[in-house]
């Protein structure tokens, strides 16, 4: 959806975690620690709307902390070194 590979997708899925954790106002430690694990079982006891205005907190959160990126250029290569030049 946001162009990152699928193979990413833990990652993303750990920091909406994070965030989320942090939006509740509890220590998030590591992505994959334990301290989200228990964070999110938490929120997990909550009523369905505290739920849902955690993980709208924590959006608008990390919309306002996370600079701007310019559309991503395409990798490029690395120069070559002239001919007849060794390192």
């Known amino acids: ?3 990152v590979p699928s193979t990413y997708g ?3 899925e750990a920091e909406a975690a994070a965030q989320i954790v942090q939006a509740a106002g ?3 430690g590591s ?3 334990l301290a989200i694990a228990q964070g ?4 997990e006891q909550l009523p369905v709307q ?3 205005q955690l993980v709208r907190a924590a959006a608008r959160r990390y919309a306002i902390t996370v ?4 559309p ?3 990798a490029t290569t690395p120069p070559r070194p002239a001919p007849g030049r060794s390192r």
Do not use: Y
């Open 26 to 28: 509890l220590d998030a």
């Open 40 to 43: 999110l079982s938490g929120i």
């Open 72 to 74: 991503a250029s395409p």
């Open 1 to 3: 959806m946001l162009g």
């Open 10 to 12: 833990v990652l993303v």
């Open 50 to 52: 505290q739920q849902q």
């Open 31 to 33: 992505p994959f620690g």
């Open 67 to 70: 600079p701007s990126r310019s």
